[in-house]
């Protein structure tokens, strides 16, 4: 008789933004629903879900949590991103995760 075990981690992920979330998210091929009072859900391009966001943590598999650590470095882009073209700031990259930013010039 088979016994199937599915185990799941839960970690730190506060998006309040569901925009930049979104955003974030397109850019990894992967697609937010927001389920209202429910949370979020994030899937795949399959359609697979992937996790469950709610109450500032992710719910998932393991195997799906260096997505999500990708989902968290994406938006923190798109956080700074928006923040710079808001405030009139110039982005320049220092490197893959690092920026500076400057007002006017």
Not at 4 to 22: E, I, R, W
Not at 75 to 81: A, L, Q
């Amino acid at each position: 008789m088979p016994c199937y075990q599915v185990n799941t981690v839960s970690l730190d992920f506060q998006a309040g933004d569901l925009g930049l979330l979104q955003k974030a998210a397109a850019v990894l091929g992967l697609e937010v629903r927001d389920l209202g009072t429910l949370g979020r859900e994030l899937y795949d391009r399959a359609g697979n879900t992937i996790a469950t966001l709610r109450d500032n943590k992710a719910i998932c598999r393991a195997e799906s949590v260096a997505t999500l650590n990708k989902l968290r470095v994406q938006y923190s882009r798109e956080i700074v991103n928006h923040a710079a073209l808001k405030l009139g700031w110039q982005k320049q990259m220092k490197s893959e995760n690092k920026f500076l930013l400057r007002k006017g010039v």
